[in-house]
């Protein structure tokens, strides 16, 4: 089952912006981790953030989360051509190790 | 160089035979996992193992198969009876560090059912 959904499915923007996509998940979580997929490849993992913790910062990537509204935002600062991927996010449970992944959100940067 | 390494990257099959696709990491992660990708979608697990000798069925178990006889090996059978075997097949592994599960992930083997 799906538990999160990125909003939006699509995304383009100019080079040098800033890219945010969204993930809703429906049940508590542990954790809440990122992950880029490049056309054809594996994941790679991005970032994670604790269930206690609101905000996260690594590089150009800033994510935050809300468990209040169970959702999360990555935010892409100065976006390069090289960030075209689709962004995944996935929760764990208490005591699980199964990630359950999101639909994706698809983005696109335009040189 | 550590890793996960899947093979082979492209597979066809004829519809009614079985299919291994294998997955071998030397990261001496303890679990390992397999999923499916349909196109732009996400990932849906199949099965996953926490321990040599022991797998659980994930969300998408039915026609397939797997065996975990070996810490760095998690083949994955992709049976007859998998009714839309055409996907790509993404294989996992992790180290369970404190409560953080990340996963580190292989190329993916894109399977082709005719």
């Known amino acids: ?111 | 160089d550590g890793g996960i390494t899947q093979s082979p990257k492209y597979l066809f099959r004829k519809e009614g035979q079985n299919v291994t696709l294998s997955c071998e990491q030397n990261l001496n992660h303890d679990a390992m996992y397999w999923y499916r990708q349909d196109p732009g979608q996400g990932l849906r697990l199949i099965y996953y193992s926490q321990i040599v000798n022991d797998f659980q069925k994930g969300d998408i178990a039915e026609g397939y198969s797997v065996s975990r006889e070996k810490k760095e090996s998690f083949p994955l059978t992709v049976t007859s009876a998998q009714k839309n075997p055409t996907a790509f097949y993404l294989c996992a592994s992790s180290i369970v560090q404190g409560t953080s599960y990340e996963q580190y992930f292989g190329p993916g083997t894109r399977l082709t059912v005719t």
């Open chain 1, 1 to 111: 089952s799906q538990q999160g959904e990125e909003d939006p499915q699509a995304l383009s923007i100019q080079e040098g912006e800033n890219a945010t996509m969204n993930c809703s998940y429906k049940t508590s979580i542990n954790n809440l981790q990122w992950y880029r997929q490049n056309s054809g490849r594996g994941l790679v993992h991005l970032i994670l953030i604790r269930s206690n913790e609101r905000e996260k910062h690594s590089g150009r990537l800033r994510v935050t989360l809300d468990t209040s509204k169970k959702s999360s935002s990555l935010l892409i600062t100065a976006s390069r051509a090289a960030d075209t991927a689709s962004y995944f996010c996935a929760t764990d449970n208490f005591g699980n190790e199964k990630l359950t992944f999101g639909t994706g959100t698809r983005l696109t940067i335009i040189p």
